[in-house]
């Protein structure tokens, strides 16, 4: 008889511990946290970098949709035949600049051969680094724009290209987050000002020597301003 207690015992504590966990049912976000789920069959070599991937595309994505709202600028069409999405281009770029989070669990189904893995990113804690960053790249592209603004004033119009192509690539990487710099209580958008700097530059008095099409390989996009 005891010996069949404890093999029941044991049978039940092996079903307890294979047992899914509760994220993979119920990943929802809450107040508190973004949580994303990611997985990949265990049969493929890199199983576990692939499912680390996916839950961080998955907590890309959520941000996402928080942010498009307020980003300083949103790609509505290309020009170069690129059909990436706004949405597609901003967790790319979201995944590359996260920061804080960190592993719930993984869990291994061995009927399906599927490994999955959960991670989870503190919002307020997210949402304090994105208003630093934000000032900060903002700074530096308002930055490149007065000196491209100064190199104009004085005729320099190589110059002023330089600097608004300079400061325009410096903020690129960051157009989903609100790139707003503010001067004398007026709120400038700086990756459109730079922009419209390059294609000012290029449309108006021209620049001697300069080949058509330099500055329309860095028109990747069409942009709006945002409100």
């Not at 092996?14 to 509760?22: F, H, I, N, Q």
């Not at 059909?83 to 920061?99: G, L, P, R």
Request: glycine share 8%; proline share 4%; hydrophobic share 40%.
């Amino acid at each position: 008889l005891i010996l069949c207690l404890s093999l029941v015992g044991m049978s039940l504590w092996a079903a307890k511990k294979e047992a899914a966990p509760e994220w993979l049912t119920n990943h929802a976000s809450t107040p508190m946290f973004y949580r994303g789920v990611g997985s990949a069959d265990v049969a493929q070599t890199d199983y576990l970098q692939i499912a680390e991937q996916e839950a961080l595309l998955d907590l890309a994505r959520q941000i996402a949709v928080t942010i498009r709202s307020e980003s300083s600028i949103q790609m509505v069409n290309s020009t170069l035949g690129d059909s990436e999405t706004f949405t597609q281009k901003t967790q790319t770029s979201i995944v590359n600049y996260m920061e804080g989070q960190h592993l719930v669990g993984s869990y291994t189904d061995k009927q399906t051969g599927r490994y999955y893995v959960c991670y989870q990113l503190n919002k307020p804690a997210f949402e304090e680094a994105k208003a630093k960053r934000s000032k900060e790249i903002a700074a530096k592209g308002y930055d490149y724009l007065l000196k491209g603004q100064r190199a104009i004033d004085q005729g320099e119009l190589f110059r002023a290209l330089d600097l608004y192509t300079k400061g325009f690539k410096e903020v690129e990487p960051w157009l989903f987050l609100p790139l707003n710099h503010v001067v004398e209580g007026k709120s400038i958008c700086v990756p459109a000002e730079l922009y419209q700097g390059i294609v000012s530059v290029y449309d108006g008095p021209g620049l001697a020597g300069v080949p058509k099409g330099v500055v329309k390989k860095l028109r990747l996009f069409n942009y709006e301003y945002c409100s």
